[in-house]
């Protein structure tokens, strides 16, 4: 139980070009979902929170206008690269969690975006 | 401020070996624990827990886990490598107030035949 699918697994566009990626939780409701950014060989770093139905919660430091999230429904949380540029480049991962404090976070394969 | 520290960056064992991964975290009162797990290229999967209770935790693939309050350290071990372990481990913090989750750098584990 407890499956979180990310799609697209790996992706290349051209610069300025907008990406879209989607989290879904599989078996289960996801109340919250998290994007987290992962240089190479480095530690996950929180982007921002959702919240099925309301507005997400960005973290100190991430544009708000760059990285769009929307999470329309307790399955499917989507993130949107706005005018991917290569310093977007990156690993991308999404969790979900049932939302209380003391239910483990579930995270997906996470995708591999490559700005050109 | 809440922090994680794994101080091993790097570590080299031989298949069969046992393992110990460190895990030290900085918080006012006692978090929930985590362990997890990512192959290169791929997300995080979920080794284990601590919430309350007992303080020896078991987990998937074999692996354990002891939360020490005194020592504000949640190490990982396991007893016998396989070389399928090879991967980078996490540790990770969560607050008993959030949901959210505050991860270490990681200990990319490296396993000899």
């Known amino acids: 139980g407890a499956v979180v699918s990310q799609h697209p697994s790996w992706v290349i566009c051209k610069s300025g070009t907008s990406v879209k990626i989607e989290c879904r939780s599989l078996?289960?409701?996801?109340?919250?979902m998290f994007w987290y950014r992962q240089f190479p060989k480095q530690s996950l770093m929180l982007m921002a929170t959702s919240n099925e139905g309301s507005k997400a919660t960005y973290e100190q430091g991430v544009e708000k206008d760059k990285f769009l999230i929307n999470h329309a429904s307790l399955t499917l949380s989507t993130l949107t690269v706005t005018s991917a540029h290569p310093e977007d480049s990156s690993f991308y991962i999404c969790?979900?969690?049932?939302?209380?404090?003391?239910?483990?976070?579930?995270f997906g394969d996470g995708t591999r975006l490559s700005i050109l | 401020a809440q922090s994680v520290t794994q101080p091993d960056i790097h570590i080299t064992v031989s298949e069969g070996a046992s393992l110990e991964l460190r895990c030290n975290y900085s918080?006012?009162?006692?978090?929930?624990l985590f362990w997890y797990v990512q192959s290169p290229g791929q997300g995080l999967q979920l080794l284990l827990k601590?919430?309350?209770?007992?303080?020896l935790v078991q987990g998937i693939k074999g692996f354990e886990a002891e939360f020490k309050r005194s020592q504000s350290s949640f190490n990982l071990r396991k007893p016998s490598v396989h070389w399928s372990d090879a991967a980078e481990y996490f540790c990770a913090v969560g607050p008993y107030n959030t949901d959210k989750l505050i991860f270490g750098t990681g200990t990319r584990l490296q396993v000899f035949p």
């Open positions: 078996d289960f409701q996801a109340t919250t």
């Open positions: 918080y006012g009162a006692t978090p929930y």
């Open positions: 969790s979900a969690s049932k939302g209380r404090s003391n239910q483990p976070q579930h």
């Open positions: 601590y919430f309350s209770g007992d303080t």
